[in-house]
């Protein structure tokens, strides 16, 4: 079975959940795990973020799109780079993708999905037994697109090897095959593209809906992201 997922109506035990946060959560952590960070830890609140001040961590918080004071960076993928994280653990806690990891984290197994791992996550997924949750972050308990349509790209890639069930899979997939020739253009009016937009950062969208860049899909072991080994 391969779904996007309402988490409190679903048994994730047996389940392989894959957490989307397009704009910008799982595109930045994917982004910074392919760029050499050792681990992310992340976190559902800011206060528990702050508990790993100068055990030396980068701490990274986001609230509402913006860096919380006091921490070193938040969500943008340009935080995420080289330079900055190679070789470090990040502890990052954001207003909505960290708190779907710490809602996923019974399940089976916890992966990391954006736009610019697809085919390989894809290839991954495609391979694995379970079933799949497709779990999109939204928006403070709320639907979104850029997450949904993420889902329906994944389903539209796995539909020849896992059985499309349930309604949400069709209108996700729906609603992917309608934004396909121009996801950018579809998603400019989008909540969270506005909310971005009016802080000044149309880069951190455009970054996040590139499409296949990276060869990583971070998996959640214990209490921290890291490289997938096993493909
Ligand atoms: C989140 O986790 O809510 C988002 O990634 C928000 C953001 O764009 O920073």
Redo the contacts with the bound molecule.
Sequence with gaps: CLSPALLPLHDIKNSIVVVI?I???ST?MCYGIANGAEGIIPVAEVSTCAIYKDHGYLLAA?RN?EVVDGFDF??SPFSYVEEKVKGRTIVLT?????KAIHLSREAKKVVIGSFLNLSILCDWLQKQKEDILLVC?G?KDNFNLEDTIFAGAVINKLKASHQKEDDASIAAETLYNCAQPDISTYLAESA?SRR?QNLGIQK?IDFCLQVDTLNVIPVLEGDRLVELKEY
Aim: proline residues 0%; without cysteine; charged residues 20%.
């Design positions: 946060d704009f910008r959560a930045s986001e799109g938040g969500n954001t207003t909505n993708g960290t972050a928006w969270h971005l951190d």
